[in-house]
């Protein structure tokens, strides 16, 4: 079956950590985007790509970094700079500018 | 600037008809989307406009003026499943890059 996947589910980090989040795709899209969702909010783009070795910064990129090394995989590094990382974080896929399909997201908790 | 709104909450009765406003302002306007997101879990898509009027699917239909920055997201028959958040997304084209700017979303109760 055709998807994008994210793992894990739930994770949870000590403060002053990096963290590193998992986002897998096999429907062929050439473009992958990270957003951030925090309670009684909407999506908030981090980080995009459009292509394999290529991406731009979103609306809220500070604290975050990506690569795009292949063009099924897009991970999210969460790194200590980002002052306030607790929030549910979505990865998504597209054709072109096309509607995106939504992996089941990570939920990231700082301890 | 870039601004998407759409109200905070509605609710609505079980079989009733339901509709949800969106309002924009942006440039490089590139479409208009709206999804389905329950709580906790990912957005799914429901429906895309580019072009002015209405597009139907079934329970759902969606229009859209883009010379007033406005779109609705219409809800018929509604059933109790259909509680969620609907979040009103604009396509945006700038520098050669596509992307999606979301608005917060309206949280809509569906009640017996």
């Known amino acids: 079956d055709g998807g994008i996947t994210q793992s894990p589910k739930y994770l949870f980090r000590k403060e002053g950590q990096n963290v590193t989040l998992s986002c897998e795709q096999n429907l062929n899209h050439d473009a992958m985007y990270w957003y951030r969702q925090d309670p009684g909010q909407g999506l908030r783009l981090i980080y995009y790509s459009q292509i394999v070795n290529d991406f731009q910064k979103g609306d809220i990129a500070e604290g975050y970094s990506v690569s795009r090394e292949k063009k099924e995989s897009f991970p999210l590094t969460v790194t200590s700079a980002q002052k306030n990382p607790t929030a549910f974080y979505l990865c998504?896929?597209?054709?072109?500018?096309?509607?995106?399909?939504f992996g089941p997201g990570t939920r990231l908790t700082v301890l | 600037g870039q601004n998407i709104d759409q109200p905070t909450e509605m609710t609505a009765t079980e079989g009733a008809i339901v509709q949800i406003n969106c309002t924009y302002q942006t440039s490089g306007f590139n479409g208009l989307f709206w999804y389905q997101q329950h709580a906790g879990e990912a957005p799914t898509f429901l429906s895309y406009?580019?072009?002015?009027g209405l597009e139907e699917k079934g329970r759902f239909s969606s229009f859209l003026s883009r010379s007033k920055g406005y779109s609705y997201l219409l809800l018929k028959e509604l059933q109790m499943k259909d509680s969620a958040s609907y979040l009103c997304?604009?396509?945006?084209?700038?520098?050669?890059?596509?992307?999606?700017?979301f608005g917060a979303g309206t949280r809509l109760a569906v009640h017996p």
């Open positions: 406009n580019v072009l002015d």
């Open positions: 998504a896929s597209s054709i072109g500018d096309n509607e995106q399909f």
């Open positions: 997304a604009v396509g945006n084209i700038s520098g050669g890059y596509n992307k999606l700017i």
